[in-house]
């Protein structure tokens, strides 16, 4: 079994940052690494979109919404992916989720919650 925890979430103000967290936890991590490790964002009333993903490789992917403002990260011996969100706008505001995929399943985490707003 595998475990995603998510952190960082909050609100802050338009134009500013927030670090988000995701730790991963199992005993599956003896024998694998995750082949990739996303954020996904849900809005009220919106679809659940891709905002970053990296690969074990180190590929990435960014939804055009976030290029240039987001970074993704990921320690591969510590199972952990970080978004670094700079220049925050309120139609960042959403829960974000943590994903990752390894030996062939998809797991995800109950999400941390951002909201941008004066």
């Known amino acids: 079994q595998v475990q995603l925890v998510e952190s960082g979430g909050g609100l802050v103000q338009p134009g500013g940052s927030l670090r988000l967290s995701c730790a991963a936890s199992g005993s599956i991590f003896s024998h694998y690494v995750f082949a990739e490790m996303a954020w996904y964002r849900q809005a009220p009333g919106k679809q659940r979109e891709l905002v970053a993903s990296?690969?074990?490789?180190?590929?990435?992917i960014y939804a055009t919404s976030v290029k240039g403002r987001f970074t993704i990260s990921r320690d591969n011996a510590k199972n952990t992916v970080w978004l670094q969100m700079n220049t925050l706008k309120p139609e960042d505001t959403a829960e974000y989720y943590c994903n990752g995929l390894i030996a062939g399943m998809s797991y995800w985490g109950k999400g941390t919650q951002v909201t941008v707003s004066s």
């Open positions: 990296i690969t074990s490789g180190g590929t990435l």
